[in-house]
């Protein structure tokens, strides 16, 4: 007698977001194996080929409790517990496949076939592991549909989960896979015809209590596994976050040490002409206080010459420090017309060696934006000496053009322009790649750095041609708090405003 058996709507549901929830985290766990190098990414290969196919394994197991039958059924253990383990083999085989430098569409078919009929034999092992009194026989079609779901399916949790890092995208791919794994087994089971052995009880239309008990139990022990493998896999990526913020700033520090080192003529002469200023004024106090009728006003003038030049030379020093020191960005409110006069200070010697004049057109009144001063700082000199190198052997007129303007969206543009020698022809896009360089005894860093930092402070870096010579840089950073900073930094930067 052929037996209609029902599914609990309840637990249907349960077995969709089981699967959703496996192949996000498995999505999230893939990501790491793509960042891991040596035995750290065989780890994370482990735990996300376990995560995906104990996820699998769970939902077709609460999805085959959703099942609700008039003839008593239980489910024999070992084939039970084997079904689980060919869903985690099934799945590392096609992981460690994909998950290989250069993957081919072959390999990717190959190993999403592999994968597939691998989880149509942990559904149909499972199905074994049904022990009551009926016969099972299957209709060929959604058999053959079933299959072409399982294959397809894990084809696309192969390629996706080793390129989506966007957390929407990663959602949505993570609700397709847990809807398509589910659909395989809803299909496969619409394949499957019951017939009794004699007669049977009216199905209630719901299921035991002790089928829901169970089915809560191995959802809840799947979702507390996942849960422990996602937290792991943000810890570590915070911590590679961490430790990538924290090699940007080494070579940022490098790459400033590097410039200064490079200017360090430059910088000695700019520190030493107030200290020659001072020397001679010195001399010139005490000439006039050593007659025989001291002139102290003369005296008094000196002596306040004296004070401005020192004053001048420890500013000078205390820039070239600041420049020096290796600390953690601290963020305050900066007014950039003030990063751009400092830098000018700083490198007038160098601007002065080789004849450049200096424009500026810095618009007064510029609001304030929130940042790091000396990270800013980096990028104005980065981009000043990018532009007295670019013109220290171009005959014909030498300017150097600075200018600050407000500019659409609650922002401010600041705008080097230079007439040297212009961007590399084909190559315009690529002098912000690291190591490229135009330069003879060029690190390559500096561009990379200065546009790293540029957006790391929300904004954007660009460059372009200028005619009929020269290249223009545009910074455009953003004059507004972002909402991600917290009131305690808010405040720390309103404390520090003028």
């Avoid at 609700?68 to 496949?97: H, N």
């Avoid at 009929?117 to 549909?145: C, K, N, P, Q, S």
């Amino acid at each position: 007698m052929i037996v209609t058996g029902t599914h609990d709507p309840y637990l249907v549901v349960l077995s969709i977001l089981v699967a959703s929830f496996a192949s996000y985290t498995a999505l999230d766990l893939g990501g790491r194996v793509g960042a891991a190098r040596g035995f750290a990414r065989r780890v994370w290969l482990v735990a996300a080929a376990t995560v995906m196919g104990s996820g699998i394994w769970s939902m077709h197991f609460v999805a085959m409790l959703a099942l609700i039958m008039p003839i008593p059924m239980y489910y024999d253990i070992g084939l039970t517990t084997l079904s689980l383990v060919v869903a985690i083999l099934v799945t590392s085989g096609g992981f460690y496949v994909i998950s290989r430098p250069s993957v081919s569409p072959f390999r990717l078919v190959l190993g999403g076939t592999f994968m597939g009929l691998g989880i149509v034999t942990m559904h149909y092992t499972g199905m074994a592991a049904m022990r009551w009194h009926a016969e099972l026989t299957h209709d060929r079609r959604f058999v053959a549909l079933a299959v072409v779901i399982a294959i397809g399916a894990s084809t696309a949790a192969l390629w996706l989960a080793f390129r989506t890092t966007d957390l929407w995208q990663r959602l949505g791919a993570a609700v397709v896979m847990g809807l398509a794994i589910s659909g395989m087994h809803y299909t496969a089971m619409r394949a499957v015809i019951f017939t009794a052995h004699g007669p049977f009880h009216g199905v209630s239309g719901r299921a035991s209590l002790d089928q829901i008990n169970l089915a809560l139990v191995v959802a809840g022990t799947t979702f507390v596994i996942l849960a422990f493998a996602l937290i792991a896999s943000q810890s570590e990526q915070k911590r590679i976050e961490e430790a990538l913020r924290q090699a940007r700033a080494d070579l940022a520090h490098v790459n400033r040490v590097t410039t200064m080192g490079e200017l360090t003529a430059s910088l000695a002469h700019e520190v030493n002409q107030p200290i020659a200023a001072a020397v001679a004024n010195a001399h010139a106090c005490l000439n006039w206080l050593a007659g025989d009728t001291p002139n102290l006003e003369e005296a008094r003038a000196s002596a306040m010459s004296i004070v401005e030049d020192g004053t001048r030379a420890a500013d000078i020093i205390s820039r070239i420090r600041l420049l020096f020191t290796k600390a953690s960005p601290q963020r305050e409110l900066v007014d950039v017309n003030d990063v751009i006069r400092e830098m000018i200070a700083l490198l007038r010697s160098e601007v002065t060696r080789y004849s450049i004049s200096v424009r500026t057109e810095l618009e007064a009144h510029l609001p304030q934006v929130l940042g790091d001063r000396v990270q800013l700082q980096q990028v104005m000199m980065n981009l000043i000496v990018n532009g007295i190198d670019a013109m220290k052997d171009v005959d014909g007129t030498r300017e150097l053009a600075i200018a600050s303007r407000r500019a659409e969206h609650e922002q401010l543009m600041v705008c080097v322009s230079d007439t040297g020698v212009g961007l590399p022809p084909v190559q315009a896009d690529q002098i912000f790649y690291a190591f490229f360089t135009t330069k003879p005894h060029g690190t390559g860093m500096g561009l990379s750095i200065s546009r790293s930092i540029v957006e790391s402070h929300r904004g954007r870096l660009m460059a372009a041609d200028n005619s009929p010579r020269g290249a223009t840089f545009q910074i455009i950073l953003p004059t507004t708090l972002p909402t991600a900073v917290g009131a305690h930094e808010q405040r720390r930067a309103f404390d520090h405003s003028p």
